[in-house]
């Protein structure tokens, strides 16, 4: 019987953190995910600065989801200025957003989490024995960088994005591109939902969970939404996002953590699916029925077959909108034009994570007086220590190796970003 | 032929590096045949946490004691050991106002629990350790990336380029956001590299490469007060990616 399990360093996961358990009787005492990653300090930073300066800044919080990051602390500027954007704007935004979540979720399943279910080591093992595996994951991930490159302008940190539009508009025959590129994407990520439908996924970390999601609007699947609903039965309006993300600070973390009711929850793809996944259509649908997940699943394992059936919507949603652009042609939009007020913005996406947060408060200047950030990741710490505490004591028999990899396993599970968490909002802006 | 180990670390930063790294979709498989990567815990379990490196390549900047540990340690077992990107190279954004104490941010962002949390001003590697080469940007450009690591793997150092945006700017022909557009445009004074990626949407360049040797900061602050930016705006545009670079120190210090 084992006293402790400490993993000082996860690996394959984006950051710095570690697991601490201290066991006492075959029951878990404490549970720490230690996020070490050092303090950047970005909200403070930035208070003073003028509006247009904090997007390409606070996309900087994070590589993987600089998109995501981007398009949301535009949208919560736009909303504290009454800034209203085209319907071409919006989808263009939308597009650039599947494009990061198609590379965030390739990157994680190829290169991160599916190595474990074959027994290796990382993407760079798994590539000496199966090379085509993996040249099929850098296909699929290069493609969301091809739509972020050609929407946002770079694939990290896009510059393209502006407050009111873009810089730069894509042409037709950019378009046409990405189309045959989306093609061929879509029959890899059929291959990958194939792929997913062998893999035996254990349950050793099964446990009852809430889940929280941005509703998607007009019924459709979506990665944008004004409400946050939890499989509580809950619905809020996403403006007072701190009554579902009541963040306290926690010794052993640089990052806050969240709860709602006092109970941990659980955002990202999987929380998407099951609150939102009977709202998928075509092949998305189809690969969710195969992958025979249900809406009672409350396994974090089935986090990274979520992913999978994303990566076919993403694909075919990215479809959809550039039928739609190529339809009615490429306007001539030039970004719209702010008129500085003194208030309050909030916006939310869902980032490849889950629901993300950007608030910002103005003065009559336009410089930011107050910013609040709430990522994904920080959303899911105390969910994440819930199972890892079910999963010790069910596993508690096992080596202390065998043990770490597991656990190792269900963090991973999750796609933690770490550095997004550590990102820290001011105590006094609750 | 011996293939050279390599090591690739990240100290406190966005990640952006590394990521860009792995967005080398269509060479990574041939990258990889070609050294043993022997730790890249990003990508791997099973790190050797040990052995000597042929290269260590080192993204993100020092904020904290445990960063400046790490990175002495990848010193001591690296022949070579590269800066990637502008936070390893000057600071990067979180270095932003190092004038402002820690301990205020700490208190402002954790309340009292912030006291246990130890953290120091943002600074690059080279302020602790020798740096044999760096490769700026934000991010690094794929490219730049490629081409360095050809020149490594036939033991040649890299050419990076020493001249400004502006150069790559003029080049390709786009309008001029300073000049013509009456933008807040530090292409004049930015590293080149990335081939005036943001003029060329339209964007001005907001200088995320840090500065090129010998730029003249003081002109180019000057034809913006000219064009009627405030003081405040110039500053915290300079400060946003470089602000420990000595060259714009001594201008910050003029003002």
């Known amino acids: 019987m084992h006293n402790s399990v400490v993993i000082e360093h996860l690996c394959r996961v984006e950051g710095h953190g570690g697991i601490t358990v201290n066991i006492k009787d075959g029951r878990v005492e404490q549970i720490n995910v230690d996020i070490f990653e050092g303090s950047r300090f970005f909200e403070p930073l930035i208070i003073g600065r003028h509006y247009d300066e904090i997007p390409p800044i606070l996309s900087r919080i994070c590589a993987i989801c600089s998109a995501v990051h981007t398009i949301t602390s535009l949208m919560a500027i736009e909303d504290a200025f009454g800034v209203k954007i085209t319907p071409q704007t919006t989808l263009l935004r939308d597009l650039l957003i599947q494009g990061g979540n198609i590379e965030s979720h390739a990157l994680h399943l190829f290169c991160l989490a599916v190595p474990d279910y074959l027994g290796y080591t990382g993407a760079i093992s798994l590539a000496s024995d199966q090379p085509e595996l993996v040249k099929m994951g850098l296909d699929l991930k290069k493609l969301g960088n091809t739509i972020q490159e050609a929407i946002g302008g770079r694939a990290v940190h896009p510059v393209n994005a502006v407050i009111g539009g873009f810089g730069r508009l894509p042409n037709k025959e950019m378009l046409l591109h990405l189309k045959e590129q989306l093609k061929k994407g879509l029959k890899q990520a059929s291959a990958t939902i194939d792929l997913m439908a062998t893999l035996k996924i254990p349950n050793f970390s099964e446990s009852q969970t809430v889940y929280a999601a941005l509703e998607s609007i007009d019924g459709k699947y979506s990665f944008f939404g004004d409400r946050i609903i939890l499989s509580t039965g809950d619905s809020i309006d996403i403006s007072k996002y701190k009554e579902v993300c009541n963040e306290k600070v926690v010794l052993h973390s640089h990052a806050k953590q969240s709860q709602f009711k006092n109970k941990p929850f659980m955002v990202g793809a999987l929380a998407r699916i099951m609150l939102n996944g009977h709202k998928l259509t075509g092949k998305a649908k189809k690969a969710l029925e195969k992958l025979g997940f249900n809406s009672s699943s409350q396994n974090v394992l089935y986090n990274n077959l979520a992913q999978a059936v994303e990566l076919v919507y993403a694909i075919e949603k990215s479809l959809e909108i550039i039928e739609q652009l190529l339809k009615y042609g490429i306007k001539d939009e030039r970004p719209i034009k702010v008129k500085v007020k003194a208030g309050k913005g909030t916006a939310a996406c869902e980032a490849p994570r889950g629901m993300l947060f950007h608030s910002y408060t103005f003065d009559n200047k336009g410089n930011l007086a107050k910013a609040d950030v709430i990522t994904p990741t920080a959303q899911n710490l105390a969910n994440m220590e819930k199972d890892l505490r079910v999963s010790v004591e069910r596993l508690i028999n096992e080596s202390k190796e065998s043990l770490s990899d597991k656990l190792e396993i269900v963090a991973r599970a999750y796609d933690p970003c770490i550095s997004c968490s550590v990102h820290l909002v001011e105590l006094n802006s609750k | ?255």
């Open chain 2, 1 to 255: 032929m011996v293939k050279p180990k390599i090591g690739i670390f990240g100290l406190t930063g966005c990640a952006g590096e590394q990521i860009v790294i792995l967005n080398c979709e269509d060479q990574l498989i041939d990258i990889l045949g070609a050294i043993d990567i022997r730790y890249f815990p990003t990508a791997m379990t099973k790190n050797d946490e040990k052995c000597e490196l042929d290269i260590a390549f080192v993204e993100g900047a020092v904020v904290q004691p445990m960063d400046e540990e790490s990175l002495k340690k990848i010193r001591q077992r690296s022949k070579l050991l590269i800066a990637l990107g502008t936070c390893a190279v000057w600071g990067g954004l979180p270095a932003m106002r190092n004038d402002v104490s820690r301990g205020e941010f700490l208190e402002k962002v954790y309340g009292t629990k912030g006291k246990s949390f130890k953290s120091i001003p943002a600074q690059p590697l080279k302020n602790f350790i020798d740096v044999d080469l760096s490769i700026s940007g934000c991010p690094i450009e794929k490219e730049q990336f490629l081409k360095a690591v050809t020149y490594l793997l036939h033991g040649d150092p890299p050419l990076l380029p020493n001249y400004a945006v502006c150069t790559e700017c003029k080049m390709n022909e786009y309008v001029c956001m300073l000049v013509e557009k009456n933008k807040l445009c530090l292409g004049p004074i930015t590293m080149a590299g990335c081939g005036a990626r943001c003029p060329g949407y339209n964007i001005p360049c907001y200088g995320c490469r840090g500065p090129v040797d010998g730029a003249n900061v003081a002109s180019e602050v000057k034809i913006l007060k000219e064009k009627g930016f405030t003081l405040r705006d110039i500053e915290n545009r300079l400060r946003s990616f470089a602000a420990q670079a000595e060259i714009l120190q001594e201008q910050f210090k003029k003002e």
